[in-house]
Structures are given as C-alpha cells and as structure tokens.
C-alpha cells in the first residue's frame, strides 16, 4: 500500500511547460489593462502613449540580445515566431533553393512547420521542400562539423534549437554559427540563414545574438515568469522574411494583429529580470537538482539520466530520468494525488503510448522512453520541495513496478491507460 501524506503539498516541477507570472512582471503589466489600453495604432493620446510603451518594450529587450529595436517582431508565443521564422524563410526565398537543415529533438513548434514544408504544394502544384535532419549523440548534441557539411548551394534555413526542453542539452549554436559564417564567406553568399529557437534557455543562457551568429531567434513569456501567449522573433537586418499573418501591417508588416501592450510590457520585464538573475537562478537550481539525482540514485534502483550530465552541457534545472518497469503516465498521475507536477516523456491516448520523440532520436529503446519523467526546477523551489518528492517517489515506484506487466507476465498496458 501507498503511504498517504497527511497534509498534500503543492509542489511544482514543471517550469519547462509553463511558469507562473512573477509578482514584479504582474505589476507593470496591470495598468495596462485597465488604465493605458490605448491601440497603438491610433493617432490620439492614448494611442501614442501605446505605441511608445511598445517601442520602449523593444529596445529593453533589444539591448539584452545586442540588436536594435527594429530587429524585434512581437507575436503571440514561441509557437507562432518559430512558424514565422520557418514558413517566412521559406516563403521568401523559395526561389533560392528547397533545402533546410534541423535536427530530430526540436519543439513540435518547429518540426511540424518542417514536415508541412516537406509536402507537395506550397502552393498547390509546386515541389515541396527537402528537410535534412542531422542526428545528435546519446545525449542529444549535434556535431557542428556534420552541420555545416550537410549545406549545400540550395540550403535556405538551419534551424537548430538552443536547449532542449525535454532534456536540457545546450546545442553549440555559437559553433554552428561560425560553421555558417565560413561557409557563407567560402561561397560569396548570404545563405544559409540560422534561426535557434531558445525559448528553454532565455533564463538561464545568454542570449547576445552577436556571440550566437544567429539571423533569426525564438523567445517567449510563458518559460520566463512573463504571461503566456506572447513572445518575440529576432530578426537580423537585411534578412526577408514573408508574414503568415495578413492584416493591418503591424510589427513592420510582418505580423498584423493590435498588439498585446500588456503582454509585451510583461514579456519586456521578465526577460529583463530573466538575464539579470540567470547567472545567481542557474547556479541555484542546478544544486537542487544534483541534489535531486543524488537522491533518486542512492533510493531507487533500475534507472537512467537521459540527456548529458549535469553541469554546463545541460540546462541547470533539468533534470530528465528513466524508471525502468513504470509507465511513466501512472507515474505522473500517482505524483500528482501527493500535490507533485511534473511531466512525462511519452503521450497516452486510448489506442496507444506514443513515447518521446526526443528520447528515441537518442536511441533509446522503446521502454526507456515510455518510463521517463522530466522534473524541470523553478525560482520557488527548494530543498524541502525534493525532500517531498522522495518521501513518496521510491515507494510510489515500487508499487508500480510490482503491478507492472513485466512483473505481472502480461504484455499489455491496459492498467495503465
């Protein structure tokens, strides 16, 4: 039997899925709801004092990343700048060449852009687009050498995420980069373009888009304290992007739509406070969560680390484990009646368990990926919260390991679902 805590805890470790709005953020953001609500396209008081909120927003934001105010197009969330960054690339510069470079453990927010590029008809009739996809190591890093091999005179786009949300690795974008600006030199050309999405690593990496050599960057609000539904594309200057969004000609004709003052003034501060902090926040959380590792490895047999060691190769507050024997949706639904959230590596539906698409790029088999749980560390944990946690999680685990198939010599999963 399960032990039952006598008072539930409410314990969050799922800051890589979303993060609560900081009480500093919340406060710059609330007089723009009700007070200033000016559009920032209108020409009367109001109007203007929102359209300079905004060109204030830009430049905070501007000088963190060493751009201008100009290179920065708000939107409505890492989702939808990754798609601006793929689908405008490809659409402006289809002419140039077919052929785009990622790698296998990107977002979904990209690779499904990518994989709707690859079909016939863009528009209808004409020859879609080759995605080359370049595999990563068992800890999902990618070898900036078979990057920059794999361009070839009709590559338009390498789009390579930052840090990877389900495993915390840190991909060498500064490497890759340069890889690019070589061959770009080499071939007289400006192609190919580089676009990184960094939304996992905006709170703890630097961002200066000069050191990374990126044209084309991804953040958002919800992973950085800020409010959900709006984020920002860096866009260097000279690079043509085409909108997927047609309207009213706002964000310099790139993305219509009234912007989201409220929004932007939230996502301005907390990436603000983001930089400022990561460098204190990192060396934190990354304590918790070695301390967390050495925990469940001094408690619990039969487990894995997915992803590269702790250190400076992974983000600091992931930290991403495979339970051998345990589906890892009980896992989390059993966590969850002891008031503990945190996330899965494989998607249950009633047909079938999908595992993660990250952690079988490693090469992970089948039953590795279906039994891992991501813990992803945040600013009001502490040790008490993991404490908590290992209280319950090794008998939690043994519990199930008991009712397991494995264990109960059958090959179905049907309890679990």
């Given at each position: ?83 601006l ?25 990209v ?11 863009l ?26 091999k794999?361009?070839?005179?009709d ?26 600006l ?18 996992q ?6 961002l ?48 219509s ?60 507050n992931?930290?991403n ?20 959230m945190?996330?899965?590596g ?8 999908e ?13 590795y ?48 679902k």
């Amino acid at each position: 039997m399960l032990p039952k805590p006598k008072k539930v805890q409410e314990v969050y470790l799922d800051h890589a899925a979303t993060t609560y709005v900081s009480l500093e953020v919340f406060k710059v953001m609330k007089p723009y709801f009700t007070e200033h609500y000016g559009n920032p396209s209108s020409l009367y008081r109001l109007g203007r004092q929102a359209n300079q909120t905004l060109l204030e927003s830009r430049k905070i934001i501007a000088g963190l990343i060493h751009a201008q105010p100009g290179n920065i197009i708000f939107t409505g969330g890492g989702t939808e700048s990754d798609n601006l960054a793929i689908y405008g690339i490809a659409r402006a510069h289809e002419q140039k060449g077919k052929h785009i470079i990622s790698i296998g453990i990107e977002h979904h927010a990209v690779l499904h852009p990518l994989e709707d590029l690859k079909k016939a008809g863009l528009p209808a009739g004409r020859q879609g687009f080759e995605i080359t996809y370049i595999k990563v190591d068992k800890n999902g890093l990618v070898n900036p050498a078979e990057v920059a091999k794999a361009i070839r005179p009709d590559t338009v786009l390498i789009t390579i995420m930052y840090a990877n949300n389900e495993i915390g690795v840190v991909e060498p974008i500064a490497e890759i980069g340069r890889e690019i600006l070589k061959y770009r030199k080499t071939h007289n050309t400006t192609y190919p373009y580089f676009h990184t999405d960094a939304c996992q690593a905006a709170g703890y990496l630097d961002l200066d888009v000069e050191k990374l050599h990126v044209d084309l960057m991804t953040v958002n609000g919800s992973k950085i304290y800020g409010p959900k539904g709006v984020g920002f594309l860096y866009l260097r200057n000279g690079v043509k992007i085409k909108p997927i969004i047609l309207g009213g000609g706002q964000e310099r004709n790139l993305r219509s739509g009234t912007e989201n003052v409220a929004g932007i003034v939230g996502l301005a501060k907390a990436f603000e406070l983001a930089q400022k902090n990561r460098v204190k926040e990192s060396d934190r959380v990354q304590k918790l969560a070695q301390y967390l590792w050495q925990q469940i490895e001094a408690k619990i047999p039969k487990i894995k680390l997915n992803g590269p060691e702790i250190g400076e190769g992974r983000l600091p507050n992931n930290l991403n484990v495979t339970f051998m024997d345990v589906e890892g949706e009980a896992l989390l639904l059993y966590l969850d009646e002891y008031g503990i959230m945190c996330s899965t590596g494989s998607a249950c539906t009633s047909e079938s368990l999908e595992p993660s698409h990250v952690l079988r790029a490693l090469g992970l088999p089948y039953e590795y990926a279906h039994g891992s749980l991501r813990f992803s560390l945040g600013k009001v944990n502490t040790k008490a919260d993991l404490d908590y946690l290992m209280k319950y999680l090794p008998e939690i685990i043994k519990v199930l390991r008991e009712m397991s198939p494995v264990n109960l010599g059958t090959k179905k999963h049907a309890q679990y679902k």
